[in-house]
């Protein structure tokens, strides 16, 4: 659900929104996702963190939306859960097609920058 509000939208609901131009990741939401996922897949705190490769306080505190996680551990527990992030800007396709043309192996692009 996306409630207008001017020119901004926010997705209410969603981990991730935009509000007055600044994308937010709301930690607590996906705290929840996780916990969710987890106990969905009936396993514990310790046993996702092995899979994962991280420390079970990992788990602790993503589930509770703590902000200093890093993100490569976040993105450890999200592979074992099959949890996919969804990039989003305005200009992502152009992105896309910038490393479509630039072919395998160059993910800069070939701008330089």
């Given at each position: 659900m996306t409630v207008a509000r001017g020119e901004r939208n926010i997705a209410v609901g969603a981990?991730?929104?935009?509000?007055?131009?600044?994308?937010?990741?709301?930690?607590?939401?996906?705290?929840?996702?996780?916990?969710?996922?987890?106990?969905?897949a009936g396993i514990s705190r310790m046993s996702l963190a092995e899979l994962a490769g991280v420390g079970k306080t990992v788990i602790f505190e993503i589930e509770h939306g703590k902000k200093t996680v890093r993100l490569d551990r976040l993105a450890a527990v999200l592979n074992v859960l099959n949890i996919a992030p969804r990039w989003e800007s305005p200009l992502m396709s152009r992105f896309e097609e910038q490393l479509h043309l630039a072919g395998p192996g160059n993910e800069e692009g070939g701008d330089g920058a």
């Open positions: 981990a991730i929104f935009r509000l007055m131009g600044v994308v937010v990741l709301d930690l607590s939401r996906i705290g929840s996702m996780v916990r969710f996922h987890r106990k969905a």
